[in-house]
């Protein structure tokens, strides 16, 4: 249980089964008068980033967070930041293990050094105007897909349950993250974007070590140097510096 109250005028919706969380946030967007939390037990379609597919039986946590941001979209965007410290946030309160939680640009939250979460954003709008935003985000609360099955070089999937041999429940979860995500989103909307960097910086994977980041067909290996104040990837190559908005990493 979390010691945080539920975020006042946030909606919470609560289903048993779902194609996607993020599709059904689509789906109830236009009946929204604020924000809105959607968590399913499971869902049958659920989608990852980059057109993937993303295991989510039921037991892990699968939910959607809807906004209706006012900003221009690069700046709708940077919430990937808050969304992956909050969720670092909730599983560092609900396991008292602040040292295993890391974070690896640009929003996944690992444990143990292998990918527990995933957070997928997706904008609804029409032109350069978002009039939604729909954050999910599945955790392996106790289990992960089978490492053959993840693309060559990703990272080692892991769960909470395996890592840990804890058992949280995709409801505690949900209640620990949903506090957490409406303070980061407090600095953000009130602070701008310096705090979420700090402290994401702060636990960062890799700083200051070798990585390899792949735009498209371009793969460039250089040094993490740091986040920027865009959110772009900082790296230190063989040509110099290069301050990347969008790419995969690999470590
Ligand atoms: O590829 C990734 O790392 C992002 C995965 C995001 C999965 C979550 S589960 C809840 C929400 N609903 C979806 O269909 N996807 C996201």
Request: aromatic content about 6%; charged content about 20%; hydrophobic content about 50%.
């Amino acid at each position: 249980m979390s010691a945080e109250p539920w975020p006042e005028g946030v909606a919470r919706h609560v289903l048993d089964t779902v194609d996607s969380t993020n599709a059904f946030a689509a789906r109830l967007a236009p009946d929204l008068s604020g924000p809105a939390w959607i968590m399913a037990g499971l869902q049958t379609a659920a989608r990852g980033r980059r057109g993937r597919a993303w295991s989510s039986p039921r037991g892990n946590f699968s939910a959607t967070l809807i906004l209706r941001p006012t900003e221009r979209p690069e700046i709708v965007a940077l919430r990937s930041f808050a969304a992956a410290l909050a969720l670092r946030d909730a599983c560092v309160a609900l396991t008292g293990l602040p040292d295993s939680f890391t974070l690896k640009w640009p929003n996944d939250v690992l444990l143990n050094g292998g990918k527990l979460a995933g957070i997928l954003l997706e904008s609804l709008g029409q032109g350069a105007q978002v009039q939604h935003l729909a954050i999910g985000i599945g955790v392996n609360l106790i289990a992960a897909p089978d490492p053959a099955l993840v693309e060559p070089g990703a990272l080692r999937p892991v769960s909470l349950l395996g890592e840990t041999g804890l058992r949280i429940t995709p409801t505690a979860l949900l209640d620990a993250l949903a506090p957490a995500y409406a303070r980061w989103e407090q600095a953000f909307t009130t602070q701008g974007f310096a705090p979420l960097r700090n402290a994401w910086l702060a636990h960062a994977a890799r700083l200051g070590e070798p990585i390899r980041a792949r735009t498209g067909q371009t793969t460039r290996d250089g040094i993490f140097e740091t986040v920027d104040a865009t959110g772009a990837l900082v790296m230190m190559t063989a040509e110099g510096r290069v301050a990347i908005p969008a790419a995969e990493v690999f470590f």
